[in-house]
Nanobody, 124 residues
Framework: QVQLVESGGGLVQAGDSLRLSCAASGRAFSMYTMGWFRQALGKEREFVGAITGVGSNTYYRDSVKGRFTISRDNPKNTLYLQMNTLKPEDTAVYYC?????????????????WGQGTQVTVSS
């Protein structure tokens, strides 16, 4: 069982940076794959990236590669999403999620644990 709480969202200008945090509670946090998803108005929830437990391997959707970085601090039970060079199309509610396993990481329905989301708005 994992409980997740996101924070760090806000309103920024295009080109700015923002770091989101996801605080997790529950045992064995370090063994979970952690993912970031986002949902913009009028669109389906989409995969942003993920980081595995063992090995901390990272994966990203093409549109954020080179701009976003996922990391985790296992002793703090915290997941991060560093977002640089933000674009208006990054505007969305961002969710962190947790699951067991290290494959098929881009499928939202495979993540049983979710945070409540945090709004990121990027103005042009």
């Amino acid at each position: 069982q994992v409980q997740l709480v996101e924070s760090g969202g806000g309103l920024v200008q295009a080109g700015d940076s923002l770091r989101l945090s996801c605080a997790a509670s529950g045992r064995a946090f370090s063994m979970y794959t952690m993912g970031w998803f986002r949902q913009a108005l009028g669109k389906e929830r989409e995969f942003v990236g993920a980081i595995t437990g063992v090995g901390s391997n990272t994966y990203y959707r093409d549109s954020v590669k080179g701009r976003f970085t996922i990391s985790r601090d296992n002793p703090k039970n915290t997941l991060y999403l560093q977002m640089n060079t933000l674009k208006p199309e990054d505007t969305a509610v961002y969710y962190c999620a947790a699951r067991r396993g290290d494959y098929g990481l881009g499928v939202a329905s495979d993540y049983p644990y979710w945070g409540q989301g945090t709004q990121v708005t990027v103005s042009s």
